[in-house]
């Protein structure tokens, strides 16, 4: 029942925004994912994540585990150990144990983090070029393809932020569409559903 109400609502949103729509309002469909896989280089961010993974991530858990046994080990043999000290000891082996029973969690968390900062670089000009396609085309709302449920939506707004960034070697499709707005002077693009303009970018980091 909770989830038919969710969908009645979702469904009531996107009817209200439609019906509010008017000649002073333009929506845009825009995610960085459509554009993020065309951008030269963008094959090196697995890579680096992966490597990350390996020299960095990998030797951390190993260096947990170490500690927890030196920890462990300390602990059994502790009879003329200071109270204190068993206190301290005690409190180091439940962070290192925590840790690593919650390893999968905190590596995700970790390679989305170290994900991001690889890409901050290509998502630079990306969110640049939009600046200057809302500006130029009068954009008042930004959307994410998936955040309504209008059966059609626009690939406008991803295509013109294409234009803007002239990357070399696009797919002969996109850039035909591209031409549509240069050469025949079109405020509106072929439609798909999604504005699913490119192949989706690097995987976000999984359990692993």
Same mark, same amino acid.
């Given at each position: ?10 469904? $009531? ?5 439609? %019906? /509010? ?15 993020? %896989? !065309? ?9 680096? !994540? ?7 991530? $990998? ?20 009879? @003329?150990?200071?109270? /204190? ?10 962070? #290192? *144990? *925590?840790?690593?029973?919650? &390893?999968?969690? #905190? ?16 998502? @630079?000009?990306? #969110? ?6 809302? %500006?130029?085309?009068? #954009?008042?709302?930004? !959307? ?5 449920? &209008? $059966? ?30 240069? =050469? =025949? +002077? /079109?405020?509106?693009?072929?439609? /798909?559903? =999604? +504005?699913?303009?490119?192949?989706? $970018?690097?995987? @976000?980091? =999984?359990? +692993?």
């Amino acid at each position: 029942m909770k989830k038919v109400l969710t969908v009645c609502v979702a469904i $009531a949103a996107s009817l209200f925004i439609g %019906s /509010s729509v008017n000649a002073q309002t333009k929506i845009g469909f825009f995610d960085d994912q459509q554009i993020l %896989s !065309l951008m030269p280089g963008i094959t090196k961010v697995d890579t680096l !994540l992966q490597k990350f993974a390996t020299d960095s991530l $990998a030797p951390e858990r190993d260096q947990l585990m170490e500690d927890l046994k030196r920890v462990d080990s300390m602990l059994k043999d502790s009879s @003329k150990l200071p109270t /204190s000290l068993k206190i301290t000891l005690k409190k180091e082996a439940a962070e #290192y *144990y *925590y840790k690593l029973q919650n &390893w999968q969690q #905190y590596q995700t968390q970790v390679l989305q983090q170290k994900q991001e900062q690889l890409l901050a670089p290509f998502k @630079k000009p990306i #969110y640049a070029a939009l600046q200057e396609v809302i %500006s130029e085309q009068k #954009y008042t709302v930004i !959307l994410k393809p998936e955040s309504v449920l &209008w $059966a059609e939506k626009s690939d406008e707004l991803p295509l013109r932020v294409l234009a803007k960034l002239k990357l070399p070697n696009l797919p002969k499709e996109i850039q035909d569409q591209i031409s549509a707005f240069n =050469g =025949g +002077g /079109s405020s509106t693009a072929p439609k /798909s559903n =999604g +504005g699913g303009a490119a192949k989706p $970018a690097p995987k @976000k980091p =999984g359990k +692993g």
